[in-house]
């Protein structure tokens, strides 16, 4: 399924680049009380209804033929839009595409 996927990392008081970061995030909590890793992402509501996903469960990204990855469920995004934001904690990704093809592998 294509779907919209941007990023987010520790806020810039924490050491990171991510001007909207939350105390949180800058914890390395996921919302849920987990810890976060640099294999992390997060979901809208949205995205995770569309994809059938659940907390834990692994998301494949692909965006081109020699471009995936591989991040593990660990947090929510706020937006509504069905959305996958992946988690770089120090230093931002802009050369990351917009969308991709996002797909499921269970816990």
């Known amino acids: 399924m294509k779907i919209k996927t941007t990023r987010y990392g ?3 008081k924490a050491g990171g ?3 909207y970061g939350d105390s949180s995030t800058d914890q390395w909590l996921g919302d ?4 976060l890793t640099t294999a992390s992402c997060a979901l809208t509501r949205g995205a995770a209804q569309l ?5 834990g469960d692994i998301i494949r990204i692909v965006w081109g033929p020699k471009l995936e990855a591989f991040r593990r469920y660990d947090d929510t995004a706020p937006e509504d839009e ?3 934001d992946l988690f770089y904690p120090f230093q931002d990704n802009p050369l990351q595409p917009d969308f ?3 797909s499921v592998f269970p816990a």
Do not use: I, K
């Not at 994809?51 to 907390?55: S, V, W």
């Open 51 to 55: 994809l059938g996903a659940r907390r």
């Open 82 to 84: 069905p959305r996958v």
């Open 17 to 19: 680049w991510d001007p």
């Open 10 to 12: 520790l806020s810039t």
């Open 32 to 35: 849920h009380g987990n810890t």
């Open 100 to 102: 991709a093809e996002v």
